[in-house]
């Protein structure tokens, strides 16, 4: 079992930046993949950035690319977004997750604990 629990998010300007942070509870953090996703009002929840276990290896979505960095820091549990060049486009509610496999997945349905999510919210 994980429990994930997000911080980080809060109101910004377009072009400015914020760091999600999500901290897991568990052993066995470093051998899960673990992912952000979004979800903005009337939308559908979509992959932002993933990351394998070691996080050697990452995705992410194409419109994030360069401007968002997933990272993870095994020793606290703890895996992170930060987020530049913030455009109001990215106003979302931000969910942490965590899949059981040391690879890492964009599907949803791989990812079997959710965190309770973050507001994030960009004005223009």
């Known amino acids: 079992q994980v429990q994930l629990v997000e911080s980080g998010g809060g109101l910004v300007q377009a072009g400015g930046s914020l760091r999600l942070s999500c901290a897991a509870s568990?052993?066995?953090?470093?051998?899960?993949?673990m992912g952000w996703f979004r979800q903005a009002p009337g939308k559908e929840r979509e992959i932002v950035a993933a990351?394998?276990?070691?996080?050697?290896?990452?995705y992410y979505a194409d419109s994030v690319k360069g401007r968002f960095t997933i990272s993870r820091d095994n020793a606290k549990n703890t895996v992170y977004l930060q987020m530049n060049s913030l455009k109001p486009e990215d106003t979302a509610v931000y969910y942490c997750?965590?899949?059981?496999?040391?690879?890492?997945?964009?599907?949803?349905?791989?990812?079997?604990?959710w965190g309770q999510g973050t507001q994030v919210t960009v004005s223009s």
């Open positions: 997750a965590a899949a059981p496999v040391p690879r890492l997945r964009v599907g949803q349905q791989q990812y079997d604990y």
């Open positions: 568990g052993r066995t953090f470093s051998s899960y993949a």
């Open positions: 990351i394998s276990w070691s996080g050697g290896s990452t």
